[in-house]
């Protein structure tokens, strides 16, 4: 959406300066084919109505009404109390709205434009041309459409969430880490940091959260020995070999904890940086949708997390697709409201807040 946000901007200073020139080339010809004359003593009352002025003020009134139905379309969206309309019908009034109220933006750039060349064209006519109020109402009413276009946006918090922060999932850190944050979807992921190696094995420093590591049951200060029977010595060769191996795979682990030697069995996954790429990279929400799937519903996220992947996505009903079963398996849940700050509408937010308020309430 943030794309298309910028080429409707684009389209409109392009639109608005096109109507600009076009304006002064027609004034300038018109001062030519009748030069003026010695000023009369007094200005002569106005004769006509520039129809600069009436046109500037009739593009004005469209983009107010096109930002009034924008308004009346993203309230039937959220009122899904009152309405019960189905989530699809939702997401299209949502949609329609987001369309109607950007694509306002250019009858209102061109309503300026006819303002400013109204202007000039009454002033130079010598008190022949009158429309002062119109094109005065014009550049008004185009400002005024023009601010309530980007309200929404330019206070609401969550457009300013960065897509690409927090490494939680990824677990960078300054020890060595096992394929984190490799861009490649292809490349299985374990999830853990280690120290530099010894003649132990490898030790693990720490197990990221909800990742397979954790699952399958590592713990920091564990010895990795070996991977399905080969015997590990060194960090290079264990990366190497995952690096081999896709999400999805099962791998024996030789473990030696506190001197006592055991066999786990992990399921490799995809990072959480190259998920969220994949995410993004999709260009509408049921594709968003089916990355995630594939990902897995058991998929833990931090508070953070959940914020970057929901903020990639279009509509509010598909956010709360995704939140509903995350919060259940939410790495840090005393962070849980932060991820309100993604939502746009006031209704979702109230939901979110009572799923929370709910799994605070469930015992543990």
């Known amino acids: 959406m943030d794309r298309t946000v910028g080429v409707v901007l684009t389209l409109c200073m ?33 004769s006509r109505t520039s129809p600069l002025a009436g046109f500037g003020f009739f593009l004005a009134l469209v983009a107010i009404l096109m930002v009034t139905a924008s308004g009346i379309l993203s309230a039937c969206a959220s009122m899904n109390e009152i309405t019960r309309v189905p989530d699809s019908v939702r997401a299209a009034l949502d949609l329609a709205a987001k369309i109607a109220r950007y694509v306002s933006l250019l009858p209102a750039v061109g309503a300026v434009a006819m303002a400013l060349a109204a202007r000039g064209s009454i002033q130079e006519s010598g008190g022949r041309l ?6 005065r109402s014009a550049f008004f009413l185009s400002m005024l459409s023009g601010l309530l276009a980007f309200k929404d946006h330019a206070l609401d918090p969550a457009g300013w969430v960065a897509v690409g922060g927090a490494g939680g999932a990824g677990g960078a850190g300054s020890m060595m880490s096992v394929n984190i944050g490799n861009p490649d979807p292809d490349q299985g992921w374990l999830g853990i940091e280690s120290a530099p190696p010894d003649p132990r094995g490898v030790r693990i420093v720490r197990v990221t959260p909800g990742s397979p590591a954790e699952r399958a049951g590592l713990q920091a200060g564990d010895y990795l020995v070996d991977l399905d029977g080969t015997r590990l010595t060194e960090d290079a060769p264990l990366r190497q070999r995952l690096g081999g191996l896709k999400p999805g795979t099962s791998v024996k682990l030789g473990v030696l904890r506190e001197g006592v030697s055991s066999v786990l069995t992990a399921e490799l996954g995809t990072p959480f940086s190259t998920l969220l790429k994949m995410v993004t990279d999709e260009s509408n929400d049921d594709g968003r949708l089916l990355v995630l799937k594939a990902a897995g519903a058991e998929r833990r996220y931090t508070a953070a997390e959940l914020m970057q992947v929901c903020a990639a996505f279009d509509h509010d009903v598909n956010r709360l697709t995704v939140i509903e079963p995350a919060l259940r398996l939410l790495v840090d849940p005393q962070n849980a409201f932060q991820i309100l700050g993604c939502l746009d509408r006031p209704d979702s937010k109230r939901t979110v807040s009572d799923w929370i308020a709910a799994r605070a309430r469930s015992p543990k």
Do not use: C, H, W
């Open 130 to 135: 009158g429309g002062k109020a119109l094109y």
């Open 14 to 46: 392009a639109f608005g300066t096109v109507l600009a020139i076009v304006a002064m080339l027609l004034e300038q010809d018109r001062k030519k084919r009748n030069p003026a004359s010695e000023p009369p003593a007094s200005p002569p009352q106005p």
